[in-house]
């Protein structure tokens, strides 16, 4: 990918994400409902509130209205935002330093990137997974933390918890956007180029970012959803007064306990769902970014 500076790259990469963000809630929602349906019980032993994705997106229209399906939707638009600025201005940066010439540059740099990008995003995240969480309580699967609003949340997280509140569940948050970030920006870069190199379609055509994210969106979900279980459950457990959560110890402590109780399968929760959302939203973040920078690059390009 010829280069923006990386400033820009901030704005594209975050503007990109949240447009996707705005397409593919619905589907956040669903997902993040599945991953907690039967947590810490044995398959089998509790009702299955949720089932497949259209069933459960009738579900939750029903339980919450129409507008339910949109749960959580500004504390995602906040969590893209923050995330993908610090991820795309990171691995911009890198791109710029001449890491991704390098072998398996792309992916460090997109491990990196994910990484500051997971830390900068995460109390938006927190908030999102809790909002998202809620609802009746008839259909309520996981702990219910009766948020009101995004800052109603930050604020009510920040008074009882501290500071350290807002992060809390970082450490899931963390392996899994490195590990995503870097299957999705090694395998876009990778397979736009394999496309381009094959001369089957116009090399400046949105169809080439197109295919690139058909692929990465693949990859993306395969190695994400595990470790997108995991998160999922430890941003959204209770706390007792010193902040400590209640469930699980961590991210070890919360695989663990998954697999003994739940069985090995229980960390694909939700996997359709997760790639419907992934997948649309992998596809739509890197064909938005690409075309961006195609605009960006154009008045240069036009003077040239």
């Given at each position: 990918?010829?280069?923006?500076?990386?400033?820009?790259?901030?704005?594209?990469?975050?503007?990109?994400?949240?447009?996707?963000?705005?397409?593919?809630?619905?589907?956040?929602?669903?997902?993040?409902?599945?991953?907690?349906?039967?947590?810490?019980?044995?398959?089998?032993?509790?009702?299955?509130?949720y089932r497949g994705l259209v069933a459960?997106?009738?579900?939750?229209?029903?339980?919450?209205?129409?507008?339910?399906?949109?749960?959580?939707?500004?504390?995602?638009?906040?969590?893209?935002?923050?995330?993908?600025?610090?991820?795309?201005?990171?691995?911009?940066?890198?791109?710029?330093?001449?890491?991704?010439?390098?072998?398996?540059?792309?992916?460090?740099?997109?491990?990196?990137?994910?990484?500051?990008?997971?830390?900068?995003?995460?109390?938006?995240?927190?908030?999102?997974?809790?909002?998202?969480?809620?609802?009746?309580?008839?259909?309520?699967?996981?702990?219910?933390?009766?948020?009101?609003?995004?800052?109603?949340?930050?604020?009510?997280?920040?008074?009882?918890?501290?500071?350290?509140?807002?992060?809390?569940?970082?450490?899931?948050?963390?392996?899994?956007?490195?590990?995503?970030?870097?299957?999705?920006?090694?395998?876009?870069?990778?397979?736009?180029?394999?496309?381009?190199?094959?001369q089957w379609l116009p090399e400046d055509?949105?169809?080439?970012?197109?295919?690139?994210?058909?692929?990465?969106?693949?990859?993306?979900?395969?190695?994400?959803?595990?470790?997108?279980?995991?998160?999922?459950?430890?941003?959204?457990?209770?706390?007792?007064?010193?902040?400590?959560?209640?469930?699980?110890?961590?991210?070890?402590?919360?695989?663990?306990?998954?697999?003994?109780?739940?069985?090995?399968?229980?960390?694909?929760?939700?996997?359709?769902?997760?790639?419907?959302?992934?997948?649309?939203?992998?596809?739509?973040?890197?064909?938005?970014?690409?075309?961006?920078?195609?605009?960006?690059?154009?008045?240069?390009?036009?003077?040239?």
């Open positions: 990918m010829e280069p923006v500076p990386p400033e820009l790259d901030l704005v594209l990469g975050a503007s990109a994400c949240c447009l996707a963000c705005v397409l593919t809630n619905p589907l956040e929602v669903v997902k993040t409902r599945l991953q907690l349906q039967g947590e810490l019980r044995a398959p089998g032993t509790y009702p299955r509130l459960s997106m009738a579900t939750v229209a029903r339980a919450d209205g129409l507008r339910g399906l949109q749960k959580g939707l500004a504390a995602g638009l906040l969590y893209q935002g923050l995330m993908n600025s610090a991820r795309f201005y990171c691995y911009s940066l890198a791109c710029q330093a001449g890491l991704s010439q390098q072998p398996g540059g792309t992916v460090v740099a997109g491990a990196v990137a994910g990484a500051l990008g997971a830390f900068v995003g995460s109390p938006a995240y927190l908030v999102k997974t809790q909002l998202q969480a809620q609802t009746v309580a008839a259909m309520a699967v996981g702990h219910q933390h009766q948020h009101q609003s995004v800052l109603g949340a930050l604020e009510t997280i920040w008074r009882q918890q501290g500071l350290l509140g807002l992060w809390r569940g970082v450490g899931g948050a963390v392996p899994r956007v490195m590990v995503g970030s870097a299957a999705q920006l090694a395998t876009f870069a990778s397979a736009k180029a394999w496309v381009q190199e094959q055509s949105w169809l080439v970012a197109l295919a690139g994210g058909m692929v990465s969106s693949v990859a993306v979900a395969v190695v994400m959803t595990p470790l997108d279980v995991v998160s999922t459950r430890l941003y959204n457990q209770p706390v007792d007064s010193a902040g400590k959560g209640q469930l699980y110890g961590g991210l070890a402590d919360c695989l663990v306990k998954i697999c003994q109780q739940e069985g090995p399968s229980a960390l694909y929760k939700g996997l359709g769902p997760a790639y419907l959302r992934l997948g649309p939203h992998t596809v739509l973040s890197m064909v938005f970014w690409d075309e961006l920078r195609r605009l960006a690059r154009w008045p240069q390009q036009r003077d040239t």
